[in-house]
């Protein structure tokens, strides 16, 4: 719909053509339902020329019925467009919503792309080709009506080619000056409504803090920004859209002055006049539908253009050669981490090699470049030098969503989801109740559990807000071990547990470390880096030393290290 010649085809592209069928078939009912359009215009010149002159009834009667059963195929047809156009939609977005919802959540994690305003674009973009489409169908069949109202005279089809020309003049004078402050105007649009959802997420430090007024002055003003865009749109085409208007009712009236006369001096019968009256306005119907129309056009088009940077930015649309399960051999090159939007990288050239089975904690002071390396590790920032391998291949050579299964991931924000309990730790996938259980269990949340109100089946709302942040930490790690996953990254779990749920946590990673899981993980607390077989010290981005456990709490404290039987050494930084 909104090609652009020589850039590379995204799955948009593969969805237009998907929905091409449906709007071939809409075109040819088109060509019917504007060829039915010319039953009424026939109808009166009938009506006027034979049924009035000759007082037949009979006539009269079987033209009406003749007419009334046309404009009921007519209507099936309109119908029928209607239907064909919107299953073509369905389609469209079949193939379309999958690629965009993972584009999405690349460009939020990126902070690259319009994030939830894509939802809102590919429904624009759906909701023109099912709808506002119509009116750029029966487009080219203008001449069709020009052709016949000239052969009732040539007046009428000159009339209807002038007029053609100046609605479609005054369309691109209205382009031309709505373009820019409607681009502005969803620029601005945007722009607040991410600021609102951002400042609504936060609610109760906003309230509690009274930072309030503020935030509200701040969306104010970009509220008052997308306003003014808006208005100045709207000023520039409202001239424009008075001006078509205007100019068809001086059309219509030149149309039946123009007619009366040519009656008048016996060029043409008076039915004649009723009916290039009408052929007239049905050949400009679709040019002033199309003008109708334009904004809607050029919102679609917006949207596709947002749409399809976004999915040409995407890294994690196109599709994985599958891999063996991995067995958790974490490794990296060189790799250096860059967050979104980072000038420089927060973890710099990091090289080491963990064994399937091993755990590894994290230390250093905040800000040193531990959870950064963490989510590198699991793939949420990508290496911007470099490369972090699992089982020997590049994360990025992973399928994201079966490489997530294999994986799990608690981070310093826990982030819950509305749903029940059992939904958020099967992490919202088909599961059996003893696998939730089992991972339950294994997080020591068991009873917990059990003790809310409607145990497992618990609604726990938005973001878990019906739980204590404990609680939704201690949910957040049974979601990590669920099915027991080859791999897990753990940023700060302790850090709202109490001592109970510190002692489930060291249990947890016990049970991991005799089932041979892989455990990565950051803190600043000494009584968890028992559960750790090395240590990896981290400081300004670097990894400052690595080594065995007990080695590394030697040098740590400065007290001598107990004697140790041999192991294989981990590779150092390069640092």
């Not at 009236?253 to 016996?266: D, F, P, S, V």
Request: charged share 20%; aromatic share 8%; proline share 5%.
């Amino acid at each position: 719909m909104f090609n652009r010649s020589g850039a590379k085809p995204t799955i948009l592209d593969k969805a237009v053509e998907v929905m091409k069928p449906a709007v071939i078939t809409a075109m040819v009912f088109s060509f019917f339902i504007n060829i039915l359009a010319l039953v009424s215009p026939l109808y009166m010149l009938q009506v006027y020329d034979r049924v009035l002159s000759s007082r037949s009834v009979s006539t009269l009667v079987v033209l009406t019925v003749l007419c009334v059963f046309l404009f009921l195929i007519y209507g099936m047809l309109e119908a029928l467009r209607t239907q064909v156009l919107v299953r073509g939609g369905l389609k469209f977005d079949g193939v379309a919503r999958d690629p965009i919802f993972k584009a999405v959540l690349d460009s939020t994690l990126t902070r690259r792309g319009p994030g939830g305003q894509a939802f809102r674009d590919m429904d624009q973009v759906r909701e023109f080709a099912t709808g506002g489409l119509i009116a750029f169908c029966d487009a080219p069949w203008t001449p069709v009506f020009i052709i016949v109202s000239w052969m009732l005279h040539p007046y009428f089809g000159i009339l209807a080619i002038i007029s053609c020309f100046v609605i479609f003049g005054l369309a691109v004078m209205n382009d031309r000056a709505t373009k820019n402050p409607l681009q502005m105007a969803t620029m601005a649009s945007i722009a607040a409504q991410n600021d609102a959802g951002s400042t609504l997420r936060n609610a109760e430090v906003m309230k509690a803090m009274g930072m309030w007024g503020g935030l509200q002055e701040r969306w104010r003003g970009r509220r008052d920004e997308q306003i003014a865009w808006q208005a100045a749109a709207s000023d520039s085409g409202g001239a424009v859209m008075s001006g078509i208007k205007v100019f068809r009712q001086i059309v219509q009236t030149l149309i039946l002055g123009g007619g009366a006369y040519l009656a008048i001096e016996g060029k043409i019968s008076p039915g004649a006049m009723i009916a290039g009256s009408i052929l007239v306005g049905r050949a400009l119907a679709p040019i002033e539908g199309a003008v109708g129309q334009w904004k809607v056009f050029l919102g679609a088009r917006g949207a596709w253009d947002r749409l399809q940077g976004m999915l040409r930015d995407s890294k994690d649309t196109d599709d994985h050669m599958p891999l063996p399960d991995p067995r958790g051999v974490l490794s990296a090159e060189a790799a250096s981490i860059l967050p979104p939007g980072a000038q420089q990288p927060t973890m710099r050239q990091a090289s080491f090699r963990i064994d399937a089975g091993t755990s590894v904690a994290l230390v250093g002071p905040s800000a040193a470049g531990k959870s950064s390396l963490l989510r590198g590790i699991v793939g949420v920032w990508p290496c911007a030098a470099g490369v972090i391998r699992l089982d020997g291949y590049d994360i990025k050579q992973w399928d994201p969503e079966r490489l997530g299964r294999h994986i799990g991931y608690l981070p310093q924000d826990i982030e819950l989801f509305s749903g029940t309990v059992a939904q958020n730790i099967a992490r919202f996938t088909e599961y059996e109740s003893q696998e939730v259980i089992d991972a339950a269990t294994l997080a020591g949340v068991h009873d917990m559990i059990q003790g809310l109100p409607m145990g497992y089946d618990t609604a726990i709302g938005e973001g878990g807000a019906s739980l204590s942040g404990g609680q939704r930490q201690r949910l957040a790690l049974a979601r990590a071990v669920f099915r027991m996953p080859a791999l897990l990254v753990l940023d700060e779990p302790n850090a709202s547990l109490d001592q109970v749920g510190e002692l489930a946590l060291m249990e947890a990673m016990n049970r991991l470390k005799a089932a041979k899981r892989t455990v990565v993980f950051a803190t600043h607390k000494v009584n968890l880096l028992a559960q750790a077989d090395y240590i990896m010290v981290i400081n300004q981005g670097v990894i400052a030393d690595f080594g065995e456990r007990d080695v590394m709490l030697a040098k740590l404290t400065g007290a001598a290290p107990p004697p140790q039987p041999p192991k294989p050494a981990p590779i150092q930084s390069a640092h």
